[in-house]
């Protein structure tokens, strides 16, 4: 069982992820008489997601508008997959910043976040060159207006992009930002991200964008260009 696409050359390392995960949540029992959901003695919550798709982003909305909701929702997506990722590297002792990465995806996957394919360009280093480009399958965010008929004229998987982008960014020690390029929930054909350093992620999106739209291949050199 896959829990994430990826390039042959990291195919040992999220292997390895893989089935220290699935060993993690393999412990998943629900204690009504507590009212506990464990995994490993850690407490989880069972929740819809259109709680957190929909009505989270309907409430910040009411009281921040469109564009401070979004922040709010990047930023909390951000700080999750940060102290989740600090909490696993301890638990499964990992050193190296490449293993670390590959637990990000794989956890996400296992959780119900999405499952993510990790497409070419992919360039997971610690330095500026820094470079993902990936689309989140069944993406819960987006998952979530396309359930309830709701329509969006933006991209909505704010929460999907700043938890990965937390991952690798105590992965990797490095500052990182993720902009969604397509979104399922505004009828596009899937949801892509793009994850690069904060210093290179404006020059990044625009030459993805521009080279997606003239059909032309995505390389580290030429989408970090300029």
């Known amino acids: 069982m896959r829990a994430a696409e990826v390039p042959p050359e990291l195919s040992s390392v999220f292997e390895k992820a893989r089935e220290s995960v699935k060993e993690y949540f393999d412990s998943l029992k629900s204690v009504p008489a507590r009212g506990r959901v464990e995994v490993s003695k850690d407490r989880f919550i069972l929740a819809r997601t259109d709680s957190l798709s929909l009505v989270l982003r309907n409430v910040l909305t009411e009281i921040y508008g469109e564009h401070g909701s979004d922040q709010l929702l990047y930023?909390?997506?951000?700080?999750?997959?940060?102290?989740?990722?600090?909490?696993?590297?301890?638990?499964?002792?990992?050193?190296?910043?490449?293993e670390k990465f590959g637990f990000g995806p794989t956890y996400f996957s296992f959780s119900g976040w999405a499952f993510?394919?990790?497409?070419?360009?992919?360039?997971?280093?610690?330095?500026?060159?820094?470079?993902?480009?990936?689309?989140?399958?069944?993406?819960f965010e987006a998952e979530g207006f396309l359930a309830e008929g709701e329509k969006t004229q933006k991209a909505i998987?704010?929460?999907?992009?700043?938890?990965?982008?937390g991952w690798c960014e105590e992965s990797f020690g490095i500052p990182l930002e993720t902009r969604e390029l397509f979104c399922s929930a505004r009828g596009d054909a899937l949801d892509l991200f793009l994850m690069a350093h904060r210093k290179k992620i404006l020059t990044?999106?625009?030459?993805?964008?521009?080279?997606?739209?003239?059909?032309?291949d995505l390389t580290v050199e030429s989408v970090l260009a300029g």
Not at 157 to 165: R, S
Request: proline letters at 4%; glycine letters at 6%.
């Open 116 to 139: 993510v394919n990790l497409l070419y360009p992919t360039h997971p280093v610690a330095d500026e060159t820094f470079l993902l480009v990936f689309a989140n399958q069944q993406s």
């Open 204 to 216: 990044a999106v625009e030459n993805a964008t521009r080279l997606i739209n003239a059909n032309q």
């Open 75 to 98: 930023a909390f997506g951000k700080a999750v997959g940060r102290t989740e990722a600090r909490k696993f590297f301890d638990r499964f002792g990992l050193k190296d910043p490449l």
């Open 157 to 165: 998987c704010h929460i999907n992009a700043g938890y990965l982008t």
